[in-house]
């Protein structure tokens, strides 16, 4: 560190310092990495976990920075939403991901995250039927993926959004089940076609006895409600049996695959058509 004072040297190369600088290089620099060409859309499959097949993919951003290397989604996401910048960067994801899913054969569905306030922009939902129009993808093949923070404030912009979209085709997911608060009041409310049970009922400290319990009330819970269910962070064989015993219908995870970029996505789906 670069310091005018003697015993200051200590307080520059703190690691909160290099936290600060770190996330404001990142405010900065995303505002042009989608010009630079910095950004690309993965793909990551979500499997029929009686059949086998992939029945949809979900799109997860990636940042290849010329410097720092791989950036997490979980790093410039949250810049992205302070700053405001989640707005072009989302109408630019779900444009490119519409793209790619208009390739795959017409079962194959598409899986897009959608942060709270990419919802409250103005227009936003029209916003989100013109990138589909646009890559000549039907509505019925988009699914938002929301998260029970979209309702913090459940406001009317939000039934709106969801009425809107809804009426076109478009599908919604609940997102990260289970780590937000009172979720089946929004399952009791909002028309959703899938829930994705968070990875931490899956595998880590918390998995066990009791989540498999859970997950498994979940699952009779989306059968009579005509839901999918998906266990999301399936990494084992074990895990893939265990969630499917327990009832749910859909699995993703390294298990089945890592998000992969678009053209091996479609060789994926190529290759299984094959077989
Ligand atoms: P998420 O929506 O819960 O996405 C799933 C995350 O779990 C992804 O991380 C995925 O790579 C990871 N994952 C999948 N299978 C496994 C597994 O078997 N084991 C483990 N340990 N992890 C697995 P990723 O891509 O780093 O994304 C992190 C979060 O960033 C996402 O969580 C989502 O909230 C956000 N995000 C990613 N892409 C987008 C995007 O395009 N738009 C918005 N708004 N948010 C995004
Ligand atoms: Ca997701
Ligand atoms: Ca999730
Ligand atoms: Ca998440």
Known sequence: AKVGGRNQVCFFDTAMTRDLVRRKEIEVELRSAIQRDELSIFFQPIVDLETGRIRSFEALVRWFHPEKGELRPDEFIPVAEETGAIITLGNWITAQAAKACAQWPEDVTL??????????????????????????????????????????????????????????????????????????????????????????????????????????????????????????????????????????????????????????????LAQERER
């Open 111 to 268: 899986a897009v995250n959608l942060s709270p306030m990419q919802l409250r922009a103005p227009g936003a939902a029209l916003g989100i039927l013109t990138a589909l129009r646009d890559a000549g993808l039907a509505p019925h093949r988009l699914e938002l993926e929301v998260t029970e923070s979209l309702f913090l404030d459940d406001s009317a912009d939000t039934v709106r959004f969801i009425d809107e979209l809804s009426a076109e085709g478009v599908r919604f997911a609940l997102d990260d089940f289970g780590t937000g608060y009172s979720s089946l009041h929004y399952v009791n409310k909002y028309p959703f076609k899938k829930i994705k049970v968070d990875r931490s009922f899956v595998s880590g400290p918390n998995a066990g006895r009791k989540s498999d319990a859970i997950i498994r009330a979940v699952a009779g819970m989306g059968s009579t409600l005509d839901m999918d269910i998906v266990a999301e962070g399936l990494e084992t064989i074990e895990q893939v049996q265990a969630v499917k015993a327990a009832g749910c219908t859909l699995g993703q995870g390294y298990y089945f695959s890592r998000a992969v970029p678009d053209y091996l996505a479609a060789m994926l």
